[in-house]
């Protein structure tokens, strides 16, 4: 029988290390996904890598997460943070780095799952130079977002020449939701061959909190109404959006509000700037009193916001997933999310949260709340929306998806190699061992 068991497999993640704090300069939603594929797969058997680019020489090469899963950092140029716009010309070294890791450990990748256009372009580098089934999965799609932001950085153009050769030419692109496939088709390509599967959350760890108990860790009064928003300071991320619809409240004045906004660095870094306009929005808005700012929220803390929330606000221009929304919705709290990308498969309207559209404060502000005031209608939501997240977006059930998709190529790249008979009846016997598998493992 086909068994991921020591089976090496390489996840590629150039510029979202798995290994680093969540909720800084640039780390978000990638960071989580290949940490948490990564790990879960190790737990399913598959002995997983995951390569990121080194930056700064104080980061350890090797970081073990558990015995089975580890981050391997690579020296690709200068050991410095490189915004990701500019990180294109670093990725030959980065190419020529894998190779060389793999040859001093005597070790060889037969799949290697590639996270972000810029890990795509290495992938399929790495294809000319051994045997690789490439799985891939965008993250971002620049033909979406170069929709959404003002500025078209100079990259852009080679940004959307290597989705589109990704897309037609990988073994299988993974689509996280079908408004993202919906998108790759429509904008990217008609070839090549996708498969929708989510992202997942930590339905353990969130929910696990009561609203009491948190409440009384972080010092809220149980009558606050509690608006949250956690992730990175980024434009496209819409936090004006949410705070101008704070400001616009009909309960200001009527209710006693605090507006929560999470993450973020420190002063001094790229993502302050973003920080410093929002602040100064609040301040203009006069809501400096009741707005705080936590600074990036650690994995301890997270669940703790999340439980001690009325409702989470996911505000992007743009989310081709949106990992806050499902992890508020495991926490049990209704999330009033824009209209656009993954939001608008995790979040379903009226029955788990609700959308509004991209940049309207007005819509936002009566979402919202609607969602503090009529009764039972956050409660109700919630609930739902938790439902939801054990249905389909837990880690575990993600992995084994993914664990699914990727025995079934091995084993497709094993019968393509043996063309004699009996070789693709061993394949054919493989493959119906392994459907059994995964059947009786997704139960
Ligand atoms: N996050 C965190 N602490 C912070 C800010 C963000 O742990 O201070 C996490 C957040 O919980 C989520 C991820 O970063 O898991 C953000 O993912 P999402 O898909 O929502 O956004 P992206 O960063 O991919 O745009």
Redo the contacts with the bound molecule.
């Keep these: 029988m086909f068994s991921p068991n020591k089976q090496c497999i390489a996840l590629i993640s150039v510029h979202g290390d798995p290994a680093i704090d969540?909720?800084?300069e640039g780390?978000?939603?990638?960071?989580?996904y290949v940490r948490q594929v990564g790990e879960a797969l190790s737990r399913l058997g598959w002995q997983v890598d995951m390569f990121t680019r080194r930056v700064s020489p104080d980061q350890p090469a090797i970081v073990e997460h558990t015995p089975n899963c580890r981050t391997i950092r690579l020296t690709a140029g200068a050991a410095e943070f490189v915004p990701r716009d500019e990180l294109f010309e670093y990725l030959p070294a980065f190419v020529q780095e894998f190779l060389n890791f793999q040859q001093q450990a005597k070790t060889y990748y037969p799949l290697v799952h590639t996270n972000y256009w810029l890990s795509s372009w290495v992938g399929m580098e790495l294809k000319k130079f051994q045997k690789i089934q490439q799985v891939h999965t965008y993250?971002s799609v620049g033909a979406v977002k170069y929709q959404a932001v003002d500025q078209i950085p100079p990259i852009a153009s080679t940004r959307l020449a290597t989705e589109k050769a990704c897309l037609e030419t990988v073994e299988r692109v993974v689509s996280t939701s079908p408004q993202e496939q919906e998108h790759l088709r429509s904008l990217v390509s008609i070839e090549g061959n996708i498969e929708i599967i989510p992202?997942g959350?930590d339905i353990c760890k969130f929910g696990s909190v009561s609203r009491a108990e948190a409440r009384q860790q972080l010092g809220i009064d149980p009558d606050t109404k509690v608006i949250f928003y956690?992730?990175?300071f980024?434009r496209?991320?819409g936090i004006e959006t949410l705070v101008r619809a704070v400001g616009r409240s009909q309960l200001r004045g009527k209710e006693k509000l605090k507006l929560i906004i999470?993450?973020?660095s420190r002063p001094g870094h790229s993502d302050g700037i973003e920080r410093d306009r929002i602040e100064g929005i609040v301040a203009e808005l006069g809501m400096t009193e009741f707005t705080h700012f936590p600074?990036?929220?650690?994995?301890v803390e997270?669940p703790i916001y999340y439980a001690a929330s009325d409702v989470c606000v996911?505000p992007?221009h743009y989310?081709?997933?949106?990992?806050?929304?499902i992890?508020a919705m495991a926490s049990g709290i209704p999330v009033v999310a824009s209209d656009v990308g993954g939001f608008q498969f995790t979040v379903i309207p009226e029955e788990t949260g609700l959308l509004a559209p991209v940049k309207d404060d007005a819509a936002f502000a009566a979402a919202i709340d609607r969602v503090l005031s009529e009764p039972g209608l956050g409660d109700r939501l919630g609930r739902a929306a938790r439902t939801r997240v054990e249905q389909y977006f837990s880690w575990d059930g993600v992995a084994s998806q993914l664990s699914g998709l990727y025995s079934r190529l091995l084993i497709n790249q094993m019968a393509g190699e043996k063309t004699s008979s009996s070789a693709n009846s061993v394949a054919n016997q493989l493959s119906k061992e392994l459907d059994r598998a995964t059947v009786s493992g997704s139960k």
Excluded: M, W
């Excluded at 989310?319 to 929304?325: C, K, N, R, T």
């Design positions: 969540i909720g800084r780390a978000g939603g990638q960071n989580v993250h992202c959350t956690v992730g990175r980024d496209r991320k999470g993450g973020g600074g990036r929220v650690g994995e997270l996911t992007s989310e081709p997933f949106g990992l806050v929304a992890e």
